[in-house]
């Protein structure tokens, strides 16, 4: 596609619930990141991808939450028995992947709520 | 650790006048990007600008340019002749040039520009 699609971009959820999150990333783009941003602050790194092998997941919080990309395209992130602390904008973003600047281009976002 | 500080929450800035957003950076290393994105209210991160840290000119994108100060560590962005529709967050942002790894994003400023 022209630009990384996310899906849903809203999600409303109740406490304990598991949620996926769905990223597209630009069409031949070798790597795809994934990004929260709580309000009013930048966006912090939760885990990578080249292709379709994890490289760095040491941004994920806790154990409750995981990242795939089994085809190297589309990624899914799910978040496991939710919690309010996790209600925030979800951020997806790819890049071509390899050499500078390798700029990162962003996706619209899912804004999470936990109830 | 790598960090990004910007110390301007927010700026006011009359329509048509120059503004110069701050940013300063820290890292052990030599080989790094520094980039700026603009986010407007709807929400998506907006890629303006990348300056390398071999790159000897400053980085210039139509009315953006990046004011690079190596030895200060600095990488402030300048908007020539502001518009209504530069009102945004702005974040500062840099990656290790070795990796093709997260980014660590600044906090972010939030310019308003005034009719």
Redesign the interface.
Known sequence: GAGVSQSPRYKVTKRGQDVALRCDPISGHVSLYWYRQALGQGPEFLTYFNYEAQQDKSGLPNDRFSAERPEGSISTLTIQRTEQRDSAMYRCASSLGGGAPDTQYFGPGTRLTVL | AQK?TQTQPGMFVQEKEAVTLDCTYDTSDQSY?L?W?KQPSS???I?LI?Q?SYDEQNATEGRYSLNFQKARKSANLVISASQLGDSAMY?C?M?D?NR?????????TRLHILP
């Open positions: 990004i990007g980039f994105y929400g998506e991160m890629f990348y390398g974040f942002a990656r040039g093709d790894d997260k980014i660590i994003f600044g906090k972010g």
